[in-house]
């Protein structure tokens, strides 16, 4: 009987050489940082690049209203700013931004009308008009400009008043009170450093 041939055979691989590396020599790698000059575009900081959003809002930098308190006004606003809020038929209520005096102009009345207020107010800006309040107190900041017939329970001036002023209780002008028009209260306080142009006709508190 004959001998069964084998199912595969064993290639006799050629022996390795020790001496011969297995894997490949890898040829060094070129530098990969490349100088500014030969770049088609220069590169940039990014703590330099700033957003739009960022850019657009802190170009406005609103100043402090014209008013501070509760009031009602009819009449006319002069607006150079933002306006917000909501206004109904019945009554609304919206607040303003007014843009700073980047130079100095000739001043606009911001707000030029009526001006009726219960208990306290406070004027930062310029007003016209008339201002009236039986029993409430006015304050006029020294940066303000008030062209306006004020008819008040008592008046706190440290600005600049052009007009007749009544205070059915007291008035008081501050350092540096400007006033032009005559004055017509029961109690007058003025302060060294006040400057006042007109008359003045004291009033009993019963008339007043």
């Known amino acids: 009987m004959p001998l069964a041939k084998t199912a595969f055979t064993v290639d006799q691989s050629p022996p390795v050489?020790?001496?011969?590396?297995?894997?490949?020599?890898?040829?060094?790698r070129l530098p990969n940082v490349m100088a500014a000059g030969e770049r088609g575009t220069p590169l940039r900081s990014v703590s330099t690049i700033k957003s739009q959003s960022a850019l657009t809002g802190s170009t406005f930098q609103p100043r402090n209203p014209v008013i501070t308190?509760?009031?009602?006004?009819?009449?006319?606003?002069?607006?150079?700013?933002?306006?917000?809020?909501?206004?109904?038929?019945?009554?609304?209520?919206f607040s303003l931004k007014q843009r700073p005096r980047n130079v100095r102009v000739e001043s606009v009345p911001e707000l030029d009308g009526e001006l009726s207020f219960k208990d306290l107010l406070r004027i930062n800006g310029h007003v016209a008009g008339k201002v009236f309040s039986p029993k409430g107190t006015l304050i006029i900041d020294e940066s303000a400009i008030v062209d306006a017939l004020i008819d008040v329970g008592v008046v706190i001036i440290s600005g600049t008043v052009n007009g007749e002023i009544v205070g059915r209780e007291r008035v008081e002008l501050g350092l540096g009170a400007v006033i032009n028009g005559?004055?017509?209260?029961?109690?007058?306080?003025?302060?060294?450093?006040?400057?006042?142009?007109?008359?003045?006709?004291?009033?009993k508190a019963e008339s007043a």
Not at 17 to 27: F, G, Q, R
Not at 72 to 93: E, M, P, R, Y
């Open 17 to 28: 050489d020790e001496a011969t590396p297995l894997i490949e020599k890898v040829p060094p």
């Open 69 to 93: 308190g509760e009031a009602h006004f009819k009449g006319k606003t002069s607006v150079d700013g933002i306006i917000s809020g909501q206004l109904h038929a019945n009554g609304g209520s």
């Open 182 to 203: 005559n004055i017509s209260t029961p109690k007058l306080s003025i302060r060294p450093g006040a400057t006042f142009q007109g008359d003045c006709r004291m009033l």
